[in-house]
């Protein structure tokens, strides 16, 4: 049987952002505590948390007491240096398995991942020189993306490539490190598929998600998406198959690309984000349970909720750098819900907040 916690039992969290503030509010009314591990001393988690760590990802000594303060250790993003993912894992549990962690910190690794279990993603192919673009481009046909295969999240890292005469100046623009050269899709809209899976098996994912994008940063979420019920249970279906073949256990983002083959929609699986998921914000205030309560409850290794949508429609917004500012005029909004992250300062391409929109109805 599973390890399951109980009430007044520690859970950690590796990194102080957005996302470890909402896990450690969502774990708060179940009973349970966190304590966030993370390097920077601005980290807006800290300050909704009975307990945290400023340490370095490397600093042994400092893990080994968080370690053992704690009953299960989790992350808030993906790019855990995977040294000290395997240092905690000889110490105490570690959810979801860092060997997720090595799959998914890598485009390539991911990708190829992603064809062993025949699941449709862009055509892509690796790049590890000028010549292997040539190539990749011969492949996957222009235009087409090039991507860092590591640490590149809302637009960084990347560089779309028009023409073929345009490749060796993208390819010094991303300063010559390993990538991947993706064909360009043309798609008809973004979605995404929050998922959850628990230490029994069991998945539950939220209902499909549409997101537009600015400037390659995260805007605004909608549900329920412009999909058919045929597309949004192949949406499922796929995101499900992911998680099994990970024997995954916690919640993840699936974005995936819909496209028109003939009469057909078909998904094509972009990138997974193995935690809880921007796209899946409007869940605190949008569903029965929310994706960091999801998220939660099966590293607790509690039952997973079956999450339901409340309201006719609902609409997540980022707030962005000095939209902040601004504030306000929500609190005013009938039907609105305001999150700010206490970030402080604003900056440009930073995400200080968000609201979410819920419109009555079913």
Known sequence: MPDVLKPGATI???GGGQLARMLALAAAPLGLK?????????????????????????????LARFANAVDVVTYEFENVPAKTAAYLTAHTKVLPDPHVLETTQDRLIEKNFLAGLKIATAPYAPV????????????????????TTRLGYDGKGQAKIERAADANEAWRSIRNVPCII???????????????????????????TENEHRDHILYIS??????????????????????????????MGVEMFVVRKGREQHVLVNELAPRVHNSGHWTIDGATVSQFE????????????????????????????????????????PNTALHIYGKGKPSARRKMGHVTRVWPGE
């Open 128 to 147: 590890h020189s000028a010549t292997q673009l040539a190539d990749g481009l011969a492949k996957v046909g222009v235009p087409a993306v090039l991507k």
């Open 12 to 14: 950690g969290i590796l």
């Open 294 to 333: 999801q998220h939660i409850r099966a590293v607790a290794g509690w039952p997973l909720a079956k999450p339901k949508r409340l309201g006719a429609k609902i609409e997540m917004i980022n707030l962005i750098g000095d939209e902040i500012l601004d504030h306000t005029h929500w609190l005013t909004a």
């Open 34 to 62: 966190c304590h966030v591990y993370a390097p920077d001393k601005d980290s807006c988690a800290f300050d909704v948390v009975g307990a945290h760590t400023l340490a370095a990802y490397d600093d042994e000594n400092a």
């Open 222 to 251: 909608k549900v329920p998406a412009k999909v058919t019920p045929a597309l949004a249970t192949e949406a499922r279906r796929v995101a499900t198959r992911i998680l099994n073949a990970f024997d995954y256990v916690g919640v």
């Open 182 to 208: 993706e064909g360009f899709i043309k798609f008809q809209r973004e979605v995404s598929v929050i998922a959850a899976r628990g230490t029994d098996g069991t998945v539950e994912c939220f209902e499909v």
